[in-house]
């Protein structure tokens, strides 16, 4: 089964200073290896925002290429929306860009790999389902 990567595994994985023995950078590899990575758009530019260097953004912009982008429809931004207001009845605050991976991981029937303890706040009333680690 293929995973949903949420941005703050890939930022941990390509930190040049991070232990590469966290057990999501491994995982996250792992399904490299597999070839069942999911990446969204909104999370490739995520990653790619706020590099200083242009040749560090070139080089992991090429390195991000060998991921193609989910194709996003209509629907998933609706159930995005409508995502974020359940949980916002519930007290739960949550970004466009978090419900929106929530929205296509259901779409889709796919877990998401992240670290966000907001997701796990997420799953409570919406219908995702978490990776973990092996």
Known sequence: MNVLVDTCIWSLALRRLAPQDISEVMELRELISEQRVLILGIVRQEILSGIKEELNFIQLRDHLRAFSDIQLVTEDF?????????????????????????????????????????????????????????
Do not use: M, W
Request: hydrophobic residues 40%; aromatic residues 10%.
């Open 78 to 134: 609706e159930c995005a929306a409508e995502f974020f207001n359940i949980c916002r009845t519930k007290g739960i605050q949550g970004s466009n860009t978090d419900y929106l991976i929530c929205s296509v991981a259901c779409r889709l029937n796919v877990p998401i790999l992240t670290t966000d303890a907001d997701f796990l706040k997420y799953s409570q009333f919406i219908p995702i389902k978490l990776h973990v680690s092996r």
